[in-house]
């Protein structure tokens, strides 16, 4: 079976802080790709980053930076000098071409207070 | 720009309603796909559809069908609305499969509720 945890419900941080969110998948196939949005209030999921399972290559894109690790299965996510519109909840989600599908995790809701 | 356009952002219906929620893309994408997202649950796939008048089901259809009879529009049915329906209702749309790296495109929401 393939499953995606998210295992920080909520967190807190005040602005400019660095700030984390973990995610930790489960699957058997050898090809599949990883994936992050952003829900902000407004509802609509906006895509993030996409990581291939053959490409560990780490990425960094402005303020935000993905920590790709086969070996212990996980796809965490970075915020550099969090600010107040970064506040919405992160999913994390796992595509398997033999299935087709996304699974997502059950999301983090990130606060950045000001 | 491109689009998922759900018709309704708020609803609230009767139990043993029938009820339709619409979803229609401008992107002429070949999968769409219909969620619900609960607190701690996150996004839980209903139904799926590859192409017009196909369909597949996902995680948990139960209660929930589904209707595609043209590319750009695919609709989530409650044949009979029931208080655990009461969610928020995602849709989403992709390209064909050698293309859907890029990810799927969300519309923003319905959020059902069923008193």
């Known amino acids: 079976a393939q499953k995606v945890t998210q295992a920080q419900t909520e967190i807190s941080v005040v602005e400019k802080e660095d700030v984390t969110l973990d995610c930790v998948y489960e699957?058997?196939?050898?090809?599949?790709?990883l994936f992050w949005y952003k829900q902000p209030p407004s509802g609509e999921l906006v895509f993030l980053i996409r990581?291939?399972?053959?490409?560990?290559q780490n990425e960094i894109s402005g303020r935000y930076s993905w920590n790709f690790q086969k070996s212990t299965s996980s796809f965490n996510f970075t915020i550099t000098a969090s600010q107040v519109v970064d506040s919405a909840v992160y999913f994390c989600?796992?595509?398997?071409?033999?299935?087709?599908?996304?699974?997502f995790g059950s999301g983090t809701q990130l606060t950045v207070l000001p | 720009d491109v689009k998922v356009t759900q018709s309704s952002r708020y609803l609230v219906k009767r139990t043993g309603e029938k009820v339709f929620l619409e979803c229609v893309q401008d992107m002429d994408h070949e999968n769409m796909f219909w969620y619900r997202q609960d607190p701690g649950l996150g996004l839980r796939l209903i139904y799926f559809?590859?192409?017009?008048?196909?369909?597949e089901k996902g995680d948990i259809p139960e209660g929930y069908s589904v209707s595609r009879e043209k590319k750009e529009r695919f609709s989530l049915i409650l044949e009979s609305a029931s208080t655990n329906q009461t969610s928020m209702y995602l849709c989403?749309?992709?390209?064909?499969?050698?293309?859907?790296?890029?990810?799927?495109?969300f519309g923003s929401g319905t959020r059902l509720t069923v008193v």
């Open positions: 699957t058997r196939d050898t090809t599949y790709y």
């Open positions: 989403a749309s992709s390209p064909s499969l050698d293309r859907i790296l890029k990810g799927y495109t």
């Open positions: 989600a796992l595509f398997r071409s033999s299935a087709r599908q996304l699974t």
């Open positions: 559809s590859y192409d017009v008048k196909m369909k």
């Open positions: 990581r291939n399972s053959f490409d560990e």
